[in-house]
């Protein structure tokens, strides 16, 4: 979302490896070319707030939509731009069975 919090967000993605930033009116799209990791506590710290104050649910707030796989661990979300890339996190196998 284009608001003080989706800012922020934008602004600490900024620097990563991949990511690309556009602002747009009424949001800010974060694009990335594999994985990338939202780290809950440099969020906080970037919002000026303590440890612990950007979670899961805040993501979810300011977040609109995703394609591929997110996966919400306890301190971050990752995002991937090609879901069987997030087997391993979700202890999915890949393996093709045949009867």
Not at 43 to 61: H, Q, T
Not at 73 to 98: C, H, Q, S, V, W
């Amino acid at each position: 979302m284009n608001n003080q919090v989706g800012a922020v967000v934008a602004e600490v993605m900024r620097g990563k490896e991949g990511v690309t930033i556009t602002p747009l009116p009424s949001m800010i799209r974060v694009d990335g070319t594999n994985r990338m990791d939202f780290d809950y506590d440099e969020i906080s710290e970037a919002l000026g707030e303590e440890s612990g104050y950007f979670d899961a649910a805040e993501f979810e707030e300011n977040m609109s939509t995703h394609y591929g796989r997110m996966v919400h661990e306890d301190d971050r979300t990752i995002m991937f731009a090609n879901p069987e890339d997030a087997a391993d996190l979700l202890g999915f196998d890949l393996k093709t069975y045949t009867k």
